[in-house]
């Protein structure tokens, strides 16, 4: 069942979905192709609209490179965390492409360099250097979207941008604390 989950979840994202990683929103690195759609009656505040975007970009870099994680770590804990990446990530992104759509709002499909390059390190590493810099990764970038998560719950401006915030907030929170304690482990 693994197997199949983690093939069609592949596929898909080969197909579309690319790999960025919330920390892309930190570093302002959003997508051009945001755009509300031309029908749409609201207009979506670009702070909402960067949200948005870099959540998306981070979600589906979150599957990926959990995927990675399942496939090239050697500690116990990181392929676990890796798996809690892609489960629960895949539920986010989903029912925020369900926002979106909503909202007329076209999240991005594509791979930053910043995103792609970590995707590119952590492809060429093996073994226990794979283990610790993905995990070093996934505390920094867990840390950063706690925050941006936090501010949209807080000052978000779209009602239903701002409760996919306050919902997935507690899961991000429970990922960094995750991270945090399997950092302890591998190093």
């Given at each position: 069942?693994?197997?199949?989950?983690?093939?069609?979840?592949?596929?898909?994202?080969?197909?579309?979905?690319?790999?960025?990683?919330?920390?892309?929103?930190?570093y302002?690195?959003?997508n051009?192709?945001?755009?509300?759609?031309?029908?749409?009656?609201?207009?979506?505040?670009?702070?909402?609209t960067?949200?948005?975007?870099?959540?998306?970009q981070?979600?589906?870099?979150?599957?990926?490179?959990g995927?990675?994680a399942?496939?090239?770590?050697?500690?116990?804990?990181?392929?676990?965390?890796?798996?809690?990446?892609?489960?629960?990530?895949?539920?986010?992104?989903?029912?925020?492409?369900?926002?979106?759509?909503?909202?007329?709002?076209t999240?991005?499909?594509?791979?930053?360099?910043?995103d792609?390059?970590?995707?590119?390190?952590?492809?060429?590493?093996s073994?226990?250097?794979?283990?610790k810099a993905?995990?070093?990764?996934?505390?920094?970038d867990?840390?950063?979207d706690?925050?941006?998560?936090?501010k949209?719950?807080?000052?978000?401006k779209?009602?239903?941008?701002?409760?996919?915030a306050?919902?997935?907030?507690?899961?991000?929170?429970?990922?960094l604390?995750?991270?945090?304690?399997?950092?302890?482990?591998v190093?």
């Amino acid at each position: 069942m693994t197997r199949v989950r983690l093939s069609t979840t592949i596929t898909s994202m080969a197909l579309g979905c690319g790999l960025c990683v919330f920390s892309s929103l930190i570093y302002g690195q959003g997508n051009s192709n945001t755009k509300m759609d031309s029908g749409s009656t609201k207009m979506m505040k670009s702070s909402d609209t960067k949200f948005a975007t870099g959540a998306a970009q981070g979600g589906m870099a979150e599957v990926q490179l959990g995927q990675l994680a399942v496939q090239k770590a050697d500690n116990a804990d990181v392929k676990a965390f890796g798996q809690h990446m892609v489960d629960d990530h895949t539920k986010a992104n989903d029912e925020l492409k369900g926002v979106a759509e909503k909202e007329g709002l076209t999240l991005p499909a594509s791979l930053n360099a910043k995103d792609q390059a970590l995707m590119s390190k952590l492809q060429n590493l093996s073994g226990g250097a794979f283990d610790k810099a993905y995990i070093k990764a996934m505390v920094k970038d867990h840390e950063e979207d706690v925050k941006e998560f936090q501010k949209e719950a807080n000052n978000g401006k779209d009602p239903q941008l701002k409760d996919f915030a306050s919902k997935t907030l507690p899961t991000l929170q429970s990922h960094l604390d995750m991270a945090k304690s399997t950092d302890a482990k591998v190093k």
